[in-house]
C-alpha cells in the first residue's frame, strides 16, 4: 500500500483469524488498532490481528 502525504486509510475488519504486517519503507506512518495507536518510521514493521475495528 502506498500513502500519499497525510493520506488516510480506513478498512473494515477482515475475515476472523486474519493478520496483517505493515512495513514502513519511507516517511512516518502512525497506525490505531483496537484503541492502541503506534506510530512507525522507515524501517519499523507491525503485525496486527485485522480481524478488528481500526482506530
Known amino acids: 500500500m502506498r500513502l500519499k502525504p497525510t493520506g ?3 478498512a473494515d475488519p477482515h475475515l476472523p483469524g ?4 505493515l512495513a514502513v519503507v519511507s516517511g512516518r506512518v502512525e ?3 483496537n484503541g492502541a495507536t503506534s506510530q512507525l518510521r522507515p524501517g519499523d514493521a507491525i503485525v496486527f490481528d485485522a480481524d478488528v475495528w481500526p482506530h
Open 8 to 10: 488516510h486509510e480506513d
Open 18 to 21: 486474519t493478520r496483517e504486517n
Open 31 to 33: 497506525i490505531g488498532i
